[in-house]
């Protein structure tokens, strides 16, 4: 099971070449640390980082 993380939006996509959240194939499976974003709506994080979907999210990419 590949974790990748999405260079562009940071989600991590498990099993999967193009990001579920921003449809971008720029993933990388050299990332650090994550956290996880219940309720994009409701997060200070997920306004930052323009999550659009609940999941795991890399804090530090490449
Ligand atoms: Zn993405």
Do not use: H, Q
């Not at 996509?13 to 499976?29: A, E, Y």
């Amino acid at each position: 099971m590949a974790e990748l993380a999405c260079k562009n939006c940071r989600f991590i996509n498990v099993d999967t070449n193009i990001c579920r959240n921003c449809g971008s194939t720029d993933l990388t499976k050299e990332w650090y640390g994550y956290v996880v974003i219940v309720d994009p709506e409701k997060s200070e994080i997920a306004k930052r980082l323009e999550i659009k979907i609940p999941g795991k999210y890399a804090l530090r990419v490449g």
